[in-house]
């Protein structure tokens, strides 16, 4: 390959001229210098004379570098060609292309030339080089197929044009940093070649670019730089900071990365392999998909109406859903009635707080609704302070892994019949039910009670509530710690002191950090056919520990110290356990106590403790209390070696070491954390905390976990979810402002170890927020036929209104690009 030679002023030479002059040895078509003259241009009908590279049995791959600039040529265009080059005589496609290289832009007025290469790739510095035929000539090409790789300053290129902003995706801020800096880029695309091959977070040095306006949601991005990693300077983009990106524009395939700021760049093995991947699906080498993340392929519909008047005919309080193998989709009401119905909270009722946990079924087929079934359950007791409202109810949902077959659904609920008025009781339980298959209709007499343990609801809250099987037939229950919010001024859940009747409801150490108690745990059970259950290995505890000072232990607990994880999940291609749980109210951190609210996610890999109420986040410590002055703190809690000392234990002293979770955030922000001192412990200063997370933003913050999405390529289905969310993790919460709605990616060298994600897409466009979108997110699960439904509570408490709903989101970006029919013959260049 040879090329002409670079200069630095805006070139307007002919090709001709070039080649006239003997700069250029290799025609652009491989024919004689006179094939190669410009011609006139017709340029509304350039679209249809070019002719692109067909399918096989075709010509061979060409790439065309052009490299001119209105200002100073970089420095990076002779190592960016010879690069470019290179991809093309080594690796996995050695041979596949020819590269030819030119500043000239009359290249672009040539439509049967410039037809003839499968991309072009513009290795540019800023400016205006193209006058309006010959930027009517690219577009045609684009128009006709054609592929375009941007490598960094191509985006200052054209900077006048509207559909060169387009094609390039984002034009640089005007205060983006000049100089080199070694900065962190996250890898969210694992599938297109142009970033399969590259670490999860790939470390390198470049010039990093700002965006005047953010491309996400526009474009397919493909990676990012993480900010925190360098200084970005007064025009930094935030923790979405697209740095690669791709899409479908204008009937041709785009790809821009702004990476390759630095000669040096073009020398790095990664970052070839990068353009090596680029070029390959512009040059039709390879299919990819660059739609998965462009917002408009998304569709949000309702699918449930508001109530009738005065029925809760289509929707209860939302709490739990479920989608069963035929698609249809099983949903919870926790309990409280509609907003006409009165509320008991006399405790000298005998009706105090019952309510009705409902289960309706939504049948995609024919887009109905219907009620299957009411319990009568504790659970309404409208709103108030600590000692008036209550979350407990219908609190969780799962379908047997032979649902088809035997219609069972297993239901976690709290049954009103079961309460003790006079010592504030209750119990608690997850019972098998049986579902008419046929009228979608339970059989509430064929009710077999697997496990059941005691509640106070004297004080609310933290319930719980959600359940999951694992890839062995393993139940996983989530119970919440039973435990006031207050009395501990918004830290550690820890103050011995208040009870009623000496049952302890403020100290989660009787509960989240007791070994012989169920709530504030984890449970995973084997659910057997008669209606019982056996204990699974791998469990935290046997059962049957040595006493410790009459200490015991219960075998069902999987996990222990968590505080009220209303939502989990279990990727049954891994057996992974997700889970998300709902922190205390402190705004801020406390040199005294501890750490702020910490809402938290965490990936369970195994058996184990994760801290609550001893320590939240990567291993913070709260302070101890107990009697006789609950108000005075006492010493930090040692995370790697706990010990509940509380009045209140009946369980172990010594406690399994605490292991650090994935993700937590508060008001301050995601990931927060501190420097420590020679003990290990946290300063707690504000002025002294980082993000590690800087994604994730507090307020209100309630957890709710979600899924992990698996790609069916088997599936014919329209409305699936794409692969490239394959393996992703979905978080949200509750609310819909500045707290998260993401799927991340996790380092499965490092995931239930407490190891950071490596990289998170905000879901926000994509299921929608807002007023009239889907503002308070309760639960979210993908069907069997990749779409996704998501339980929206609605915007009252305790109660149904019209907000409460079931939405379904799909997908309509079609298949990748290009057809497989039109990918490029592989063979030997001529």
Known sequence: MQRTPHHRSRSRRGLAAAVAAGALTVSLLGQNAADAKPQPVDTQSMA?????????????VKVLVFHASATD?????????????????????????????????????????????????????????????????????????????????????????????????????????????RATVEIGDRQHPATKNLPLEWKRPDRWLNWAKNPSGDVHTVARVREITYKPGAGANGWDHPVSWCRDYDGGRSFYTAMGGTVDSFAE??????????????????????????????????????????????????????????????????????????????????????????????????????????LTVFGNKGGGDELVKVEEGLLGIELDPDFETNGWVYLHYT??????????????????????????????????????????????????????????????????????????????????????????FADARRTAGNTNNLNGKILRIHPEDDGTYTLPEGNLFTG?????????????????????????????????????????????????????????????????????????????????????????????????????????????????????NTIWYSPQGGGVDYPRDANGIPSYKVEDQKQ???????????????????YD??????????????????????YDDT??????????KTVGKGGLPTHAESLKKIIPVGADGIRNLMDWKFAPDGSLYVLDYGRGFFTSDSKSALWRVTYKGGEPTPAAADLARKAAVQ
């Open 48 to 60: 249809t004379t070019l002719s692109l590279p067909s399918p096989p049995g075709g010509p061979n």
């Open 73 to 181: 040529e970089s420095p990076t265009v002779d190592a960016g060609i010879a690069a470019i080059e290179k991809i093309g005589l080594t690796g996995p496609e050695a041979g596949r292309f020819k590269t030819v290289a030119t500043d000239d832009p009359a290249v672009f007025t040539n439509g049967k030339q410039l037809g003839k290469y499968n991309a072009v790739v513009f290795l540019t510095g800023g400016g205006d080089v193209l006058d309006p035929e010959q930027e009517s000539g690219l577009e045609a090409y684009m128009e006709a197929g054609g592929g375009f790789l941007g490598i960094h300053d191509a985006a200052r290129t054209e900077p006048y044009s509207d559909w060169f902003t387009g094609l390039v995706g984002a034009r640089p801020a005007a205060d983006s940093p000049t100089a080199v800096q």
């Open 269 to 374: 093995t990664d970052f070839r392999d990068h353009l090596r991947g680029a070029l390959a699906w512009t040059t039709r080498i390879s299919r990819a998909d660059c739609k998965a993340t462009i917002t408009s392929n998304y569709k949000a519909e309702r699918v449930t109406q508001p109530n009738q008047p005065g029925q809760n005919d289509q929707i209860g309080e939302p709490h739990g859903l479920v989608v069963a193998p035929d698609g249809r989709a099983l949903y919870i009401g926790r309990g409280g009635a509609d907003s006409s119905k009165p509320v008991v909270t006399d405790w000298n009722d005998p009706n105090v707080g019952k309510g009705l946990g409902q289960i309706h079924v939504y049948d995609p087929k024919t887009k109905k609704v219907t009620l299957a079934g009411e």
């Open 415 to 504: 049954p009103h019949s079961k309460i003790d008025r006079d010592k504030q009781m209750a119990v608690r339980q997850v019972s098998r039910f049986t579902l008419d298959l046929a009228t979608n209709k339970l059989d509430l007499s064929s009710e077999k009670v697997l496990l059941h343990w005691p509640v106070q609801i004297h004080s609310c809250c933290h319930a719980g509530g959600g359940m999951a099987w694992d890839s062995k037939g393993n139940l996983y229950i989530a119970a919440g710690d039973n435990n006031s919010s207050g009395f501990s001024d918004g830290y550690s859940g820890n103050n011995p002191a208040p009870n009623y009747k000496g049952v302890s």
């Open 544 to 660: 049957k520990e040595p006493d410790e000072g009459g200490g015991k232990t219960r075998g069902e607990i999987y996990v222990m110290g968590v505080r009220n994880p209303a939502r989990i999940s279990v990727d049954k291609t891994t057996d992974t356990l997700y889970a998300g749980w709902v922190g205390p109210d402190a705004g801020a951190p406390s040199t005294t106590w501890g750490p702020a609210k910490y809402d938290t996610f965490a990936a369970i890999t195994k058996a184990g403790n994760h801290g609550w109420p001893y320590c939240m986040g990567n291993k913070q410590p709260y302070r101890d209390r107990n009697l006789p002055d609950p108000s005075k703190p006492l010493g930090w809690y040692d995370c790697d070696h706990p010990r509940n000392e509380s009045p209140n234990n009946d369980g172990l002293v010594n406690l399994p070491p605490i292991t650090s």
């Open 692 to 710: 590690l997370l800087p994604w994730l933003k507090g307020g209100g913050q309630a957890t709710m976990n979600g899924p992990v999405y698996r």
């Open 713 to 734: 390529a088997a599936s014919t289905s329209a409305d699936k979810w794409p692969s490239y969310w394959d393996g992703k993790w979905f978080v949200g919460d509750f």
């Open 739 to 748: 707290q998260p709605r993401h799927a991340v990616l996790t380092d499965p």
